[in-house]
């Protein structure tokens, strides 16, 4: 049975950083046909993707993201890595990471609250 | 990037009905559908993926259906603890959720 669980510091202030890490156990991020994944959560609000990355170092991003966003894992450490600049208040929200299996969500850590705010 | 439109906003029902979720995609997403059940406070857990393909330990009340572009969840029958948030996702173009429909108690 896969596990993911988040870490990270639960506030940011604006224009910071935001940066998570995904810690995954019972099962291997360099297996071939997963997708390493962060999804995000405004409070009230629904499912926002953030992006994925393959084990081959490809990474795929949601394109109003894209250019604030950084992925990367660490397989010695079987870790992924989210990386979030420019953080605004609009940012604030419950950061989850994810396994994509073929097309969809099959193992979910439990989500981590980011908060954004001076 | 495809639009995925879900009907009702909120369904208001009582255990033992039947619940029909509606999931719309602005163009066709073939069969590359998956619906996802959230309670509060809680990580959404995978129901059913490839638009009717039960998720591991999912009950069989869950079912789906569908393709192209219009896809259906129904639970025959609603158990109390079904009452939730529900998602559609896609992954045929790029990665969309739609905004979800909330199963509440009538």
């Known amino acids: 049975q896969v596990q993911l669980q988040e870490s990270g510091p639960g506030l940011v202030k604006p224009s910071q950083t935001l940066s998570l890490t995904c810690t995954v156990s019972g099962g291997s991020i360099s297996s071939g046909a997963s997708y390493w994944s962060w999804i995000r959560q405004q409070p009230g609000k629904g499912l926002e993707w953030i992006g994925y990355i393959h084990h081959s170092g490809n990474t795929y991003y949601n394109t109003s993201l894209k250019s604030l966003v950084t992925i990367s894992m660490d397989t010695s450490k079987n870790q992924f890595s989210l990386k979030l600049t420019s953080v605004t208040a609009a940012d604030t929200a419950v950061y989850f990471c994810a396994r994509l299996y073929g097309d969809s969500f099959d193992f979910w850590g439990q989500g981590t609250l980011v908060t954004v705010s001076s | 990037e495809i639009v995925l439109t879900q009907s009702p906003a909120t369904l208001s029902l009582s255990p033992g009905e039947r619940a029909t979720l509606s999931c719309r995609a602005s163009q066709s997403v073939s069969i590359s559908l998956a619906w996802y059940q959230q309670k509060p406070g809680q990580a959404p857990r995978l129901l059913i993926y490839d638009a009717s393909n039960r998720a591991t330990g999912i009950p069989a009340r869950f079912s789906g259906s569908g393709s192209g572009t219009d896809f259906t969840l129904t639970i025959s029958s609603l158990e109390t603890e079904d009452f939730a948030v529900y998602y559609c996702?896609?992954?045929?173009?790029?990665?969309?959720f739609g905004g979800g429909t909330k199963v509440e108690i009538k």
């Open positions: 996702q896609q992954r045929t173009n790029w990665l969309t």
